[in-house]
């Protein structure tokens, strides 16, 4: 598949030193590539640059195979989406989505045929006549969209584009976002500091820590294997163990899981998410504990045990499962599947 947008060795230092380094990222066409991390690891930094708003120190960055980092915002085949929805209040919809299109000069009809179809792919059909006032936020955001969907952009950026609607809303947003990259095969950049959203929307993601990319991957891939204890963090819900390398296993009390990373030890991290997190009455295997808190989330229930020296763990079980537990109960805990990280 095409590389549609190519960042090569991008840094950006402000005068505070802060900024990014070392960017290398290839987005193939038809792309939803997520940036993400915490509120100031430097994303909206590397969407900025790609956008034309902001000029690097070093490097280059490529779209369609042709170098842009000479060319004004204006002149580049990228359109931007913000958190704030930068409509004109006094405008009506019509007016805001025409605007762009009346510039490039396009025929009045041609405008109005394509106002029409944007406003059915953002499921706003018919609001050319009203005013922004009229609209909810989430309405405000998919005219928005649609402004820069209008501009039939080779890279579309979205910085944070949901981040100030409900929890509701945001998750019909994501929906409907992806529903329309199918539709158009737009490759899109989008930033967000929420892992959920990333990982439910993205083609691949591009995690970043201060400043740098720490790892690149499909959303499975991230939560299965995550390169670093950082990704691991940061990236779906994880417990963290201490464990003390012993050649071919790393020892956690009882319990020897494979050094699979063959790290040299001696003390190494082991990670295990919930869900991977077995409890077991019976079985004389295994760390010794005792439930600490159930809680029922709907489907599933959060156990927390006390493993004593080695903290507490938590595990998701079935409904049913965390049931037939009660508090103070002794278990013995054993893993499903582990990761490992060298300890920091
Ligand atoms: N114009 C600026 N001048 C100085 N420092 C800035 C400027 N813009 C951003 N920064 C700093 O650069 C870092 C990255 O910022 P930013 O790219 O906005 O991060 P994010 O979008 O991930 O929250 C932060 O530490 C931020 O404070
Ligand atoms: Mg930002």
């Known amino acids: 598949m095409s590389i549609q947008l190519s960042i090569r060795g991008m840094a950006k230092r402000y005068k505070t030193g802060e900024g990014v380094s070392d960017i290398n990222l290839d987005v193939r066409k038809g792309e939803l590539i997520t940036l993400l991390g915490p509120s100031g690891c430097g994303k909206t930094t590397v969407l900025r640059s790609i956008g034309g708003f902001l000029k690097p120190d070093a490097g280059d960055i490529l779209i369609e195979d042709r170098s842009v980092?000479?060319?004004?915002?204006?002149?580049?085949?990228?359109?931007?989406?913000?958190?704030?929805?930068?409509?004109?209040?006094?405008?009506?919809?019509?007016?805001?989505?025409?605007?762009?299109l009346q510039i490039r000069k396009k025929p009045k009809a041609e405008i109005r045929e394509s106002i029409a179809d944007v406003l059915r792919l953002v499921r706003l059909p018919g609001a050319e006549k009203k005013?922004?006032?009229?609209?909810?936020?989430?309405?405000q955001q998919r005219v928005a969209l649609a402004r820069s969907l209008l501009l039939k952009p080779a890279v579309l950026l979205l910085d944070e584009p949901f981040s100030a609607l409900d929890a509701k809303l945001r998750h019909e947003m994501r929906e409907e976002l992806r529903e329309i990259?199918?539709?158009?095969?737009?490759?899109?950049?989008?930033?967000?500091?929420?892992?959920?959203?990333?990982?439910?929307?993205?083609?691949?993601?591009?995690?970043?820590?201060?400043?740098?990319?720490?790892?690149?991957?499909?959303?499975?891939?991230?939560?299965?294997?995550?390169?670093?204890?950082?990704?691991?963090?940061?990236?779906?819900?994880?417990?963290?163990?201490?464990?003390?390398?012993?050649?071919?296993?790393?020892?956690?009390?009882?319990?020897?899981v494979p050094n699979a990373k063959r790290l040299a030890g001696p003390a190494a991290v082991v990670a295990v998410r919930p869900e991977d997190v077995n409890l077991d009455s019976g079985i004389k295997e295994g760390?010794?504990?005792?439930?600490?808190?159930?809680?029922?989330?709907?489907?599933?229930?959060?156990?927390?045990?006390?493993?004593?020296?080695?903290?507490?763990?938590?595990?998701?079980?079935?409904?049913?499962?965390?049931?037939?537990?009660?508090?103070?109960?002794?278990?013995?805990?054993?893993?499903?599947?582990?990761?490992?990280?060298?300890?920091?």
Not at 287 to 311: D, R, T, W
Request: proline letters at 5%; charged letters at 15%.
């Open 69 to 100: 980092i000479a060319l004004p915002p204006e002149k580049r085949p990228t359109s931007m989406v913000f958190q704030s929805y930068n409509l004109w209040p006094h405008m009506s919809v019509y007016d805001n989505l025409a605007f762009g």
């Open 131 to 139: 005013s922004p006032a009229q609209l909810s936020g989430g309405q």
């Open 287 to 344: 760390l010794p504990g005792a439930v600490k808190q159930i809680m029922v989330l709907g489907h599933y229930a959060e156990v927390s045990v006390n493993l004593g020296k080695h903290g507490i763990i938590r595990s998701f079980q079935s409904k049913d499962a965390a049931q037939a537990l009660s508090l103070g109960q002794h278990v013995r805990v054993s893993f499903a599947k582990v990761t490992s990280f060298p300890k920091e």
């Open 181 to 256: 990259q199918s539709q158009t095969g737009l490759t899109m950049v989008f930033v967000t500091h929420d892992q959920e959203e990333a990982l439910s929307l993205s083609d691949r993601i591009v995690v970043m820590n201060h400043g740098r990319i720490e790892q690149i991957a499909a959303p499975q891939n991230i939560y299965n294997e995550p390169e670093s204890l950082y990704v691991a963090q940061f990236i779906g819900k994880m417990n963290f163990l201490e464990g003390v390398v012993e050649a071919d296993v790393i020892r956690v009390g009882e319990l020897a």
